[in-house]
């Protein structure tokens, strides 16, 4: 469905997410201007490219295929926008310079992460192949990313299932609770893209932009919520159900999503559901 769009993560956009994951200590030597300021962004797919473990189309809307090694996999709930890219030809007239990000659609997503403690980049954390995060196939229109927009209504909920039984995973939260959102956060993304180096956890955005022949969409997840203390220390097997729901708040209660979920039979208006078994290949 997105194999054309290039894939970025926010790592750091909501408040003690990082800290939770254990990653924090990732990014001691990343500088930011202002303590809630995002860390970074990690690419999770480059299309056009031959090899290497980003050339994997990593999104499903129904599956989780953990990885062989893996026994600490956790659901990473977000919202994904699904952006226009557009670029401005640098003087040289071929370096490409990301000079705006059109938010299109947004849904519900699944930054689904491993535990890694020695990987040297987030990326590697990211996309291990097939099947190792996903996005709902029901996006919903933005009318505009500014106060007041369509998004500032929604909120995310998570679910985990297993036996029968249903927890919530990740913290009922409201979208515009992100640490920067709006055009805050898109100059922001943008600023990363243009100027992002390669030191520690980080990658230089703007090298993976050209080696992806400059692609004019993307995928863009813009950062986790926190964990409630079940989803803090439960991790992922085969036979689960992972379920992100990115719901309008105005017209659902929180308790209501959970019955929802408790079900799997959820509205067809006004939420974005992504529901994923996870199996083993």
Request: a negative charge.
């Amino acid at each position: 469905m997105f194999n054309q769009y290039i894939g970025f993560g926010v790592a750091g956009n909501f408040a003690g997410h990082l800290e939770q994951a254990g990653e924090a200590a990732d990014f001691i030597a990343v500088e930011v201007k202002e303590t809630i300021q995002p860390k970074a962004i990690f690419p999770f797919y480059l299309p056009n490219i031959d090899s290497g473990s980003l050339a994997t189309y990593p999104l499903s809307a129904t599956i989780i295929t953990p990885p062989n090694d893996a026994d600490n996999l956790q659901i990473e709930p977000e919202v994904a926008l699904v952006c226009d890219v557009v670029y401005a030809t640098d003087i040289d007239g071929v370096t490409q310079t990301v000079t705006a990000l059109i938010p299109r659609q947004f849904g519900a997503y699944n930054d689904c992460s491993i535990r890694k403690p020695n990987a040297k980049k987030i990326s590697e954390k990211k996309n291990w192949g097939v099947n190792s995060k996903g996005i709902s196939d029901h996006l919903i229109d933005i009318d505009h990313f500014t106060t007041g927009g369509i998004l500032d209504r929604y909120r995310i909920a998570s679910f985990h299932c297993r036996d029968g039984e249903i927890h919530r995973y990740g913290e009922d939260s409201a979208v515009v609770g992100y640490s920067y959102f709006h055009h805050t956060l898109l100059d922001w993304i943008i600023e990363r893209m243009n100027h992002q180096q390669d030191i520690g956890p980080t990658e230089n955005i703007a090298q993976l932009l050209e080696q992806s022949q400059y692609p004019t969409q993307a995928v863009i997840s813009i950062g986790a919520t926190r964990y409630t203390p079940y989803g803090e220390t439960h991790f992922l097997q085969a036979g689960d159900t992972s379920i992100v729901v990115v719901y309008d708040g105005s017209r659902y209660s929180a308790s209501e999503i959970m019955q929802m979920a408790t079900t799997h039979e959820f509205s067809d208006d006004g939420m974005s559901v992504l529901i994923q078994q996870v199996t083993i290949l």
